[in-house]
């Protein structure tokens, strides 16, 4: 069983920046791939950014390239997410988790997944 802990949420304001990080319990963490997805209240669980398991590969949700950047240090089992520019439609809860088998945008293929953190933005 690997827990998956976010930190960093609370509130901004618009253009402003916050950086999100996820622990990881075990060191599967450092074989897996990493994701951010996201949920606004009554809206659908949606993809934010993945990152392989060495950080060589990343990939983002247009609604938040080039402003969003994900990141991880292995030796932490910690996954990152930088996010700037922020803008009110930012707002949710994010959540990390963690793929074992893969390199995925589809939050069904993830395996395992932290309680989230709050992000608000205010306008």
């Known amino acids: 069983q690997v827990q998956l802990v976010e930190s960093g949420g609370g509130l901004v304001q618009a253009g402003g920046s916050l950086r999100l990080s996820c622990a990881a319990s075990?060191?599967?963490?450092?074989?897996?791939?990493m994701g951010w997805f996201r949920q606004a209240p009554g809206k659908e669980r949606e993809f934010v950014a993945v990152?392989?398991?060495?950080?060589?590969?990343?990939y983002y949700a247009d609604s938040v390239k080039g402003r969003f950047t994900i990141s991880r240090d292995n030796d932490k089992n910690t996954v990152y997410l930088q996010m700037k520019s922020l803008k009110p439609e930012d707002a949710a809860v994010y959540y990390c988790?963690?793929?074992?088998?893969?390199?995925?945008?589809?939050?069904?293929?993830?395996?395992?997944w932290g309680q989230g953190t709050q992000v608000t933005v205010s306008s």
């Open positions: 988790a963690l793929d074992v088998g893969g390199y995925s945008a589809y939050a069904p293929e993830y395996d395992y």
């Open positions: 075990r060191r599967t963490f450092s074989s897996a791939a």
């Open positions: 990152i392989n398991w060495n950080g060589s590969r990343t």
